[in-house]
């Protein structure tokens, strides 16, 4: 398995009618940079509480999903070139079917590790102007996937991701989102996403909360924001 990257870092603006900053609209990154344990060097968040940190340094958005989204929601202009998600990593190949938890990349000098589905949130409603965006990313699946550093390095637009280890083949990012989103209180894939190392620590706590309770947790402040569904 292996795919060329683009690589992108972004800056705080404001997004939407209320003018939140945030990192979202990201730009190629034309030069080689380091990547350290929390992120790309230049990047920045604008909400440290759900984004970024070590489980989440870099976003790795599959190009290969751009044709579905222009064939669903029309000619928008942030779909003529990668970076429309908030990705920081963009390459063609690699999918939510194809990547597993836990998958060991090497890419320049660092090397990264699959560590959880991203989890769609109200700004992409925000940036592509559409009231139900994150909840669309959310049930197609075609959502993107974390990784945290294991080694730090200098990383050069156009290297390679180059699979490394596979220690968790059986857990795609595909498998994940179905048990999370779809089949949400099947307890058997809950106790295994619950004990999968690789996994962070905040996904396998939410599975544990699940078996707890028997409930599932209310997405609407994630997808919606302040704003809430639309009516």
């Known amino acids: 398995m292996r795919g060329k990257v683009t690589l992108f870092a972004g800056r705080l603006a404001p997004l939407g009618l209320k003018g939140v900053m945030s990192g979202i ?12 344990e929390e992120g790309l060097e230049g990047d ?40 429309a998600f908030g990705e920081n990593i963009s390459a063609s190949g690699l999918t939510e079917h194809a990547v597993a938890i836990g998958d060991v990349f090497r890419i320049g000098g660092a090397r990264v590790q699959v560590s959880q589905p991203r989890q769609p949130c109200w700004k992409l409603n925000a ?3 559409i009231s139900d965006m994150a909840r669309r990313v959310q049930n197609t699946g075609r959502t993107g996937w974390y990784y945290r550093v ?3 390095g200098w990383i050069d637009p156009e290297d390679d991701l180059e699979l490394l280890d596979r220690p968790a083949s059986e857990w795609t990012i595909a498998r994940l989102q179905r048990a999370f989103y779809r089949d949400t ?27 707890e309770s028997g409930r599932v947790e209310d997405w609407s402040p994630r997808l919606w924001g302040d704003a809430g569904p639309p009516d």
């Open 127 to 129: 940036r592509f102007g």
């Open 185 to 211: 209180m099947n307890r058997e894939e809950l106790a295994g996403i619950a004990a999968l190392e690789p996994l962070s620590e905040g996904f396998r706590a939410r599975a544990g909360r699940r078996l």
């Open 44 to 83: 920045v968040q604008g909400d440290r509480r759900v984004h970024g940190g070590p489980e989440k340094a870099l976003l790795h958005y599959a190009f290969d999903h751009y044709p579905a989204w222009r064939s669903e929601i029309g000619d928008e202009p942030l779909l003529a070139r990668p970076g």
């Open 25 to 36: 609209a990201k730009a190629a990154v034309a030069a080689p940079s380091w990547l350290a």
């Open 150 to 152: 294991l080694a730090p």
